[in-house]
């Protein structure tokens, strides 16, 4: 089969007519080519994943809704109530999981961890350590704004409040956070404890890079205020990324900035004939030369967001956006080009971004909140598999202000069978790679993966007092490439999120194959897993990604060891023995990392 792949290929080099496609074929035969696969037979779960559609229309949908619905009033609710009211009822609650703490009995009650449903959680990883012995501690009722200071340009939350939410108090008020990951039910806490990024991250960094201060309840029950500078700025920096295992977050307070009613967005279509074309519009399309000017200015950042969508190896879309005011919006004619792409019934955004492949390069004007969220009705592509034909014109008009279903209901009503479809025949990984590596991780992923499309979001990664968890390369601050900055490394998150070509085209694939090597890949090359997404990493594996030596310093000071889980425990796949929880809860820092070499150069 190969070897007649191959042929063809060579035959269609040197046979064809036109000098443009003899180009094309052969740099399509230089670029990385798929694994060719052998074909898979259907089995019953690709029936039950075909037709999920059903439930998902009768059931989940309408549930969606009444949960949409009922979160509204609570929200409604809050709202009713002074700031000073809610802190009054925050710090009531305080009390009650200081209380809780104390009732633990750490030789017979297990590890703490949140009460949260594994279900109810954005990610995608099984959280297994939910379903073996652990000690609860119910955060629910942290879901309040405590305050939006527009003095200080802060907002206060509490870890269960969700972007939807912040979007609805503050865009009002022309006021955003400075990241605003795009999925409504991210919640705070989880953006803190995990990560986020979103369009405008080559400005601001990671969710976590915008907070200002922490509220954290330790394992002794010690309430303590974490910020950059304080007796606690070590905590404050090994927070992110932590998952949860050096305290409970009860409180944030978060950078706001001030934004205008639109965002003046510029789809520019980018065609080449391989994926390195791609990269460098991508890259043109927000990082200046190097030299064009003082890399240090931030100015340097004329636009406000930044994303990428390649649509094939060939095809990309690459989006800019900037805030403009009503007036500039109403003036000039430009009316005409508002876009309200919030409207239930207006194409998914990613399918209207791809129209700038057929028109040419476009600008239009979107109310910034739809903006922001412009991903969430077709949780960027991936409801086009749940429900194929949800993109066509009548079900929008019918049904598309039901939309998109909640991820938690998703996952309550998905069988065990087809979460394990989702990690064998899915791809759902987000990839964080130095900017000068996209082009070699595109290669690496159409070759073993081929999903599409993908979604290319550029962050910086801050060069921190501390050695963090995720931290840019050694050095880089003297090469200098594009888009770095003495105090930064320019990033790009590589989303994949879709069906593989070989699933699509009924051939064999192993998800957890593919994705050990592309954690890999990642570790070879300096890159980052985002840790929602199902990992296949080895306890040492996940130490050489991840730099353990911040986060050891503070399970000790903090008095984790033994009360919180770690976090490799909880990032590893698959249920756990009861031999697995016990060494978790008598574990001592033994771990994998301390036997690694590190790095001594940073
Ligand atoms: N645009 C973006 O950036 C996107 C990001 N994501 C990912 O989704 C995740 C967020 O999902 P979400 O459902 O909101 O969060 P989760 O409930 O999944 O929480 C993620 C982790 O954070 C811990 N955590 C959450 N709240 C607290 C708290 N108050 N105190 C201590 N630990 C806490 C959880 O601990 P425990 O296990 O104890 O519950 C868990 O380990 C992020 O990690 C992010 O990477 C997904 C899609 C888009
Ligand atoms: C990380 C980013 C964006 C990621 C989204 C595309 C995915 C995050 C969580 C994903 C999902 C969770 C659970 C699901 C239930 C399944 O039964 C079906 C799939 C899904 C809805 C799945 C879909 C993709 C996500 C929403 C970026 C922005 C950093």
Not at 255 to 273: A, Q
Not at 438 to 444: K, M, Q, R, T, Y
Request: hydrophobic share 40%.
């Amino acid at each position: 089969m190969f070897v007649s792949h191959t042929l063809s290929k060579c035959l269609l080099i040197e046979f064809s007519p036109c000098p443009q496609a003899r180009r094309l074929f052969t740099a399509m035969s230089e670029a990385a080519t798929p694994l060719v696969r052998p074909k898979r037979k259907k089995v019953w779960v690709d029936y039950l994943v075909q037709f999920r559609w059903i439930l998902i229309i009768f059931l989940v949908l309408p549930m969606s809704l009444t949960l949409y619905f009922l979160d509204y009033l609570r929200e409604v609710k809050s709202r009713h109530k002074s700031y000073k009211q809610r802190q009054i009822k925050h710090d009531e609650n305080i009390i009650k999981v200081i209380k809780r703490l104390k009732k633990r009995n750490p030789s017979k009650d297990g590890l703490i961890c949140t009460a949260r449903n594994p279900w109810v959680t954005v990610g995608m990883r099984n959280v297994d350590y939910k379903r073996a012995r652990h000690f609860k501690v119910d955060l629910s009722a942290f879901s309040n704004i405590l305050e939006i200071d527009q003095e200080r340009m802060i907002i206060k939350c509490e870890p269960l409040v969700n972007m939807g939410q912040i979007t609805r108090a503050t865009v009002p008020m022309n006021l955003a956070l400075a990241v605003v990951p795009e999925l409504d039910d991210l919640t705070v806490g989880g953006l803190i404890n995990g990560s986020g990024l979103e369009g405008s991250s080559h400005i601001y960094g990671l969710f976590a890079d915008i907070v200002v201060a922490y509220e954290i309840i330790l394992a002794d029950g010690r309430v303590v205020r974490a910020t950059k500078d304080n007796e606690y700025s070590d905590l404050f920096y090994a927070i992110p990324w932590s998952q949860g295992t050096l305290g409970l977050l009860t409180c944030a307070e978060i950078k706001l900035v001030h934004i205008k009613e639109f965002v003046k967005l510029n789809y520019k279509p980018v065609k080449g004939d391989t994926l390195n074309d791609l990269t460098k519009g991508y890259i043109d399309s927000f990082a200046r030369e190097f030299g064009d000017d003082n890399n240090d200015d931030d100015e340097q950042n004329v636009v406000e967001f930044v994303e990428t969508l390649i649509y094939n190896p060939h095809e990309a879309v690459c989006m800019t956006g900037s805030f403009a005011s009503r007036e500039e919006v109403m003036s000039n004619g430009n009316s005409m080009k508002i876009n309200r792409i919030g409207w239930w019934f207006k194409p998914w955004f990613y399918q209207h971004a791809q129209t700038a492949l057929m028109r040419g390069e476009f600008v239009e004007y979107i109310p910034t909140r739809e903006y922001y969220h412009r991903h969430t009705r077709s949780y960027f592509w991936e409801v086009k598999l749940l429900l194929p034909f949800a993109d066509q014109w009548w079900f929008r008009f019918l049904l598309g202000w039901m939309m998109p279903p909640k991820i938690s209901l998703l996952k309550a009503t998905q069988f065990e069978a087809v979460r394990n479809y989702y990690h064998d025949m899915h791809v759902l990984q987000d990839l964080l790679v130095p900017l000068h590596k996209v082009s070699d991780a595109l290669e690496w992923a159409h070759q073993e993966m081929e999903v599409y499309p993908i979604w290319l979001c550029p962050h910086r990664l801050y060069k921190h007092p501390y050695k963090t968890m995720v931290y840019p390369e050694p050095g880089f601050e003297q090469e200098r490439r594009r888009g770095d900055t003495a105090y930064a490394q320019m990033y790009t998150d590589i989303g994949l999120y879709y069906a593989p070509g070989p699933v699509l085209r009924g051939e064999a694939f192993d998800g957890s194959r593919a994705v050990s090597q592309m954690e890999h890949w990642l570790i070879e090359n300096h890159g980052f897993e985002t840790q929602y997404a199902v990992s296949e990493l080895s306890e040492k594996d996940f130490w050489r990604m991840f730099d353990g030596e911040l986060y050891e310093k503070c399970r000790r000071k903090y008095g984790c060891v033994g009360n919180f889980m770690s976090v490799y425990y909880k990032s590893k796949k698959g249920r756990k023995t009861e031999k697995e929880v016990q060494e978790a809860e008598n574990a001592y820092l033994e771990t994998a990392y301390a036997k690694l070499d590190q790095p001594t150069d940073y």
